[in-house]
């Protein structure tokens, strides 16, 4: 790949023969890590067969979550996805055969939960139509967390349900937790988990109930309670609003968000394990450094600003009424309506080639 030119470069090579394909591989490969759109990432990829050496589909750069539009009837017919991408401003507009007629859910990575009916829920990558069976189980299911498995390696998907039909009728929250790892190849379920905000982390599953504000968690492993931890000690129950817990930056995070008139602030909570004597608990924060938050309903996703040009950490994103997109600064208290192209978005989901 031979790019034309008028002047001489540093080497004396006149640069209308410079071959760019030539490039340094550690060089291309630096480059390609500050491309924070995946199509970005895609197109670099496609100038040539050194570039694309240089930037395997298994290396990709950071990317922050996209923001999927709510899906009208007719796009569900038409199989159209489109999704906005926070760091480009893009909109992307992807047509995958298997989605066609079914409801997307997240937040995820690399695979969003999709279900035709509660008889057909599968896991699908919307960028290359891979779809993973999810086990009917009379449930309607809601991702957990879907993503690298911190504990084991590879890829970990877990999503919360209902034992049977009778409990899906008569409960407004799972009370089952179901996990898979490509690995292993099985699905092993959990029940008794808990009705609330959860997240998973490292082999652990944390569940808050809901009517108690208990904090249930369960290992992985054996099935079994690992631990329960109580409610921060500043709890109003009479509060209006909701609690989420997520993972961020290796910690296990508890935010809970007000509903006050059109404000909205929250309280944030990070898990303290004490000195292995003292019971773990929450404990109050209001910094979380250079995180930032992505949240959807009771669940969401962490990453760093420090990876993305033009964005400060120690803030929360969050979906207000499923119409706007909004970001929280934790330093001031302040809430502010981003610009967004959808008028009605649905969830965030991180895009992947494998």
Known sequence: MVIPGERSGTDGV????????????????????????????????????????????????????????????????????????????????????????????????????????????????????????VPFVNACWCPIYIGPDSSEGGDIVVISGFKNYFDMVFNTRPNMMVFWRPKADDWVYVEGVGNGANTYYRGQYFCNDSETGITNVIDSATKKMAYQITAPEDTNPLLRGYTVIVEAGGKILRLFQHYEAEQYHFDIYCLYFGDGEAKPCWGKITDIGDQMLFLEGHHGLSFCASNFAGFKGNCIYFLKTMQYLCRYDIGDGTTEVLPCPFDCVDTWFVPSLV
């Open 14 to 133: 006149p640069s209308d023969e410079r071959n760019w394909s030539e490039l340094p591989k550690d060089i291309l490969h630096l480059f390609s890590k500050k491309l924070t759109d995946i199509f970005d990432f895609i197109r670099f990829r496609a100038v040539c067969k050194s570039w694309k050496l240089s930037a395997l589909v298994t290396d990709p750069p950071p990317l922050l979550p996209w923001l999927l539009e709510v899906r009208r009837e007719e796009d569900r017919e038409n199989a159209v996805i489109r999704f906005y991408c926070l760091s480009s401003g893009k909109v992307h507009t992807i047509t995958c055969s298997c989605s066609r007629g079914a409801w997307l859910r997240g937040p995820a990575r690399r695979y969003l939960l999709a279900s035709q009916s509660r008889f057909q829920v599968y896991l699908l990558n919307p960028l290359t139509n891979d779809q993973i069976h």
